[in-house]
DNA sequence: ATGAAAGCGCTAACAC
DNA sequence: GTGTTAGCGCTTTCAT
């Protein structure tokens, strides 16, 4: 590996002259510039990003905390993210966290050493103090993890409600919901705007309401005790389209028709509700908008720290798909 | 953030023996070291990994190169490599190239610049020339680059054979086969392997093969106007599972029974397969272990890079669905 | 057993 | 316009 040193040998000039030229600042003259540059050229020289990191005390990467990318809600994120971030010339690394805070306040640790410019976490375990520990920014995104973090999150409850709305509108009478885990915020907001719809309705009962885990098994579980105690239920609000699946085999196993007996909406639009059948009807987020939005408002802040802390909310939209249809 | 300096000074030590004791080498006295212990808790203190890559030239970091994380079957790749590279104190960059050698080339001087320490990569694209140039270790994964690269594979040859003959075990006569792209190595293997055990067959024809993309619409498109034109085709092998969805959307699209009268099997074992009506039988990869082998591989070559190279491969298993039925 | 000092490769004052 | 030099934070000879 060349360094400065020989290109500056070569070109007869200086490391500082070099180093004007690479980052073209300050004066130096035609003439010089283009010996340096054929020096360049002719070494295969590229400059050493530690060396240079070291001296401007960041490091030009930046980091994305999922729980897990396995979760097929993530690699969208995590694409987004990444095109964002290498489109302004940073280093993306992932961060797999498995919504443990012992994990995370490693990473957190690792990630400072390295003078990572900026995070962005998904997470509903990490504290406001272990986060205020390293003092690069940071931002949250899909979960809200304190007001005083700048986030990026759908408007999970106004979503919700719209989602148990439209099962009302095509005629559903008994409205269930599949809860996620109740310390994700996302999910329990989720939770809220249900209840907020049905929780004055004459026919409700809080047993309508099974809580699940992110993953079909044990949504399927969930929606099988669920429907074998309410056989009335003629509608599902599920917290999100993995867990979708799983009320979808639970319906099947149970020989109950969807859509005709049965209709189940959900949130997310991950693309794989679209390619199972039923395909999923859902309340789908912006995935890729959300981690850009993401990507660029920790950009902001990296290059100006002292940004107003703002928590952004971005609309969701409902899609139609076949797993419900109006009742006659 | 406290430097090095700061705790020497704390300690009443010199820089030097600060570092002693940090990496444990050297001798240092234990009533000293347990001052500087102490000076290190006070001031909470953390090396800068930047300064110390500098002196090292190397960078605890390793890259992963994917085609698109979108892609179902590489976030359980990611997962596996981030999982066995950060257990050995790495950081994990993920890349995402869409096989486009030119943004292959850029993430390769970028991670070359920032002293990455090894790099796995999946490509179809990629030149060995330009993998030489950077001289820190690489291995391909999933698809082989050039018999000189060290690389983790499965017999993707023999198994779609297996898969083949499975088809014609449970009775099917006339059999297809929707490819991948001829450009990667490893669908173009599975279509030798369908080759081998058809083309001699009496009822071969080569339009019985139609070559598609890796996404379910193309290969829908594809699989439409191969049992359009081959209504007598009562068996299908697909390059991958993420096509084997198109295929049975295409079946459903022409009102043909899976499996009662057509039979489907793919290659992969992506969780989506066992997520979609029918569930998919397919000859599944042990996707994590394959991540987790060549992060293994790599560990040990950023350790010792004069190992010889070796292309391992591994084995593939059938898993019978609901996708594949015997025909009576 | 500990300290002084050089140096990893680069950038930015500061001189001239 | 260009060169000299100090220094980013750390590790490691080389002395003592």
Redesign the interface.
């Known amino acids: 590996m060349a360094t400065i040193k020989d290109v500056a040998k070569l070109a007869n000039v200086s490391t500082a002259t070099v180093s004007r030229v690479l980052n073209s600042n300050g004066y130096v003259n035609e003439k010089t510039k283009e010996r340096v540059e054929k020096a360049i050229r002719e070494l ?1 020289y ?6 240079r ?2 001296f401007k005390g960041r ?1 030009k ?1 930046i980091a994305l905390f999922v729980p ?3 979760n ?1 809600f ?3 994120l ?2 987004a993210v ?2 964002v971030t290498r489109d302004h010339g940073y ?6 966290t498995d919504d443990d805070i012992h994990k995370e306040i490693a990473y957190l ?7 990572v410019d900026g995070i962005i976490i998904v997470s509903s375990t990490i504290t406001t103090s272990s986060i205020q ?1 390293i003092k690069v920014p940071v931002i949250a995104l899909d979960r809200i993890v304190s007001s005083d973090l700048p986030s990026i999150t759908v408007n999970n409850r106004d979503g919700a409600r719209e989602a148990v709305r439209y099962l009302q509108a095509i005629g559903c009478k008994q409205i269930a919901h599949i809860s996620g885990p109740e310390e994700v915020s996302n999910t329990a907001l989720r939770m809220q705007g249900y209840l907020d719809e049905v929780k004055n309705e004459h026919w409700f009962k809080p047993s309508y309401i099974q809580q699940g885990e992110y993953n ?1 098994d044990r949504a399927m579980e969930e929606t099988k005790k669920l429907l074998t105690k309410h056989p009335e239920i003629d509608g599902i609000f599920v917290a999100n389209d993995l867990m979708g ?1 799983g009320v ?1 085999k639970a319906a ?1 196993a149970l020989h109950i028709k969807v859509p005709d007996d049965l209709s189940v909406i959900s949130f997310d639009g991950i ?2 509700g679209e ?3 039923p395909s999923l009807t859902t309340m789908a987020q912006p995935i890729y908008d959300l981690g850009a939005r993401a990507a660029e408002m920790l950009i902001k802040r990296i290059k100006n720290p002292n940004q107003k802390i703002i928590n952004e909310e971005i609309e969701v939209e409902l899609i139609v798909r076949e797993s419900t249809r109006a009742r006659s």
């Open positions: 295969d590229l400059p050493n990003d530690v060396a990191n070291l490091s990467m897990d990318i396995m097929p993530f690699p969208e995590a694409r990444e095109d280093t993306f690394i992932l961060c797999n640790n690792a990630l400072q050493q390295k003078s520990k079909p699946v979808l099947k693309a794989l390619m199972i059948t």
